[in-house]
């Protein structure tokens, strides 16, 4: 049996450290919401509620807030996890625990609470608990950054480019990963600086001797026998496998197992986006794009009066794009090139020091603030703020004979910005990968999913503003 690595102490120090916070912090927001509730009653006239009643709430609380917290994945290693993703995971939580106390509260007549008391107890605990789960997540990452708790990672996969894989475990120090080297059938050699330490043949060997704490797999479909004897092999050493689905593993889909006749079989879930969670969706966008427009129609103003001075030509630029069930429409954008830049070139993706771009136009297009036009798209009903990126006719006659599955973006709405876009898949990049964030987002939505994307698309956009005008 294979001993707890340092990574797999320190990971279990930061989980005890989660629920240490939150079972603090749990307690702190029925106290805090007791104190304010009541401060002001000082007279002795006033009689005020047993505090033991409260901190019998706080406990209950803090119970049901780590429960669901846990049942959430809240408690498993999540160092890829945005502060989005923590603050959304917290506020879920509580939600759900408050409700079931205001609940139980109602149906408990030995003592009345005080609704306003609950009232402040979802704000403060909603604070409390998002805090306190950041600052543990921050000094985690703090320790991460100066080397401690490290994963050991390998590699393992066949005649595929690992180079995007590698990013994801070498880009960012206070993930914790530490990407040891790679494993391959046929030695083609070193993945830029990743040296290529052996086949497949080989793994046990190298994980024994390179002290592996996770490994990452990615098996085109020709090998994908090798995958029970990975994972078998895994489980045998107590270290963690992921697995980097391709296309064919893609096919399947989320599912579930349903028996028919007493025999088992597999069900392909259907769209998530479709009856009452699309209008939910559609709501949002509504919602969300009238006030745009509104708080933003200064900024377009402004923008097609420099437009207007930059180059001649009209202030926008209409361009056809697929959207759901392969409908064509004229999505918006501001005009970044130069008037009918393609009459004699035709279609093809913009490059670096691009001679159509204006000077403007490079601007707007290096902030990603040319798109924001298709706020009256999303108004019209076209697309949605969030969702795969239209593509033009040519582009998806093209993709739709060379990559599997390449259709199934079209099932529902195009987005403004999309789970591809905010990982850094823009423009001119693999459209297989791409493809695979989309169809991740499509058999995965929510609600909340939506959000998170909104809220880093808003952030990418800031800070790419702030890059630009730092370079100027």
Not at 239 to 251: A, T
Not at 281 to 291: E, G, L, Q, T, V
């Amino acid at each position: 049996m294979r001993k707890s690595s340092p990574a797999n102490i320190f990971q279990g120090t930061m989980l005890a450290l989660r629920a240490v916070s939150d079972a603090v912090c749990s307690v702190a927001t029925f106290i805090f919401a007791y104190e304010i509730r009541f401060a002001a009653i000082t007279s002795k006239e006033a009689e005020l509620p047993p505090q033991e009643n409260y901190i019998a709430l706080a406990i209950l609380f803090t119970v049901l807030n780590i429960y669901f917290m846990a049942l959430s994945g809240m408690y498993r290693p999540m160092r890829g996890a945005s502060r989005i993703d923590i603050v959304f995971g917290a506020v879920r939580a509580s939600s759900i625990s408050l409700v079931i106390l205001l609940a139980l509260s109602f149906f408990y007549r030995d003592f009345s609470y005080s609704r306003l008391t609950m009232a402040y107890a979802a704000i403060i605990g909603y604070i409390l608990l998002s805090s306190g789960r950041i600052v543990v997540v921050s000094f985690e990452r703090a320790l991460l950054r100066c080397g401690n708790g490290q994963k050991r990672v390998l590699l393992i996969g066949t005649g595929r480019s690992f180079e995007r894989i590698a990013e994801k475990f070498t880009g960012r120090a206070d993930l914790g990963y530490k990407l040891i080297g790679y494993v391959e059938e046929e030695k083609s050699g070193a993945l830029g600086s990743v040296p290529l330490l052996g086949s497949l043949d080989e793994m046990e060997e190298i994980i024994v001797t390179h002290g592996i704490d996770m490994v990452v797999v990615s098996l085109e479909s020709g090998y994908h026998d090798r995958m029970k004897d990975i994972v078998d092999l895994c489980d045998k050493r107590a270290i963690e496998c992921l697995i980097d689905p391709d296309m064919v593993e893609l096919l399947v889909g989320p599912r579930f197992f349903e028996e028919v006749c007493g025999s088992p079989l597999i069900r392909v879930k259907g769209l998530r986006i479709r009856g009452f969670n699309a209008a939910v969706k559609r709501a949002m966008d509504i919602a969300i794009s009238i006030p745009a427009l509104i708080a933003l129609s200064p900024f377009f103003f402004l923008v097609a009066v420099l437009i207007r001075m930059d180059s001649p030509g009209p202030i926008f630029y209409m361009q056809k794009r697929v959207g759901m069930d392969g409908r064509v429409f004229w999505m918006f954008k501001f005009r970044t090139m130069k008037a009918d830049a393609e009459a004699e070139s035709g279609p093809g993706w913009s490059k670096e020091e691009d001679p159509r771009v204006t000077r403007l136009g490079n601007m707007l297009r290096k902030s990603s603030l040319d798109e924001v036009p298709q706020l009256i798209n999303v108004l019209k009903g076209e697309m949605s703020l969030v969702g795969p990126r239209p593509e033009r006719p040519f582009y998806v006659e093209k993709f739709e004979k060379g990559i599997p599955r390449y259709m199934e973006r079209h099932k529902v709405k195009s987005g403004m910005s999309g789970w591809a876009q905010v990982n850094g898949l823009r423009g001119d990049t693999s459209i297989s990968e791409r493809l695979q964030y989309d169809l991740y987002y499509i058999e995965n939505w929510s609600i909340w999913f939506d959000l998170k994307i909104v809220i880093l698309t808003i952030f990418d956009i800031l800070a790419t503003v702030k890059n630009v005008a730092l370079k100027k």
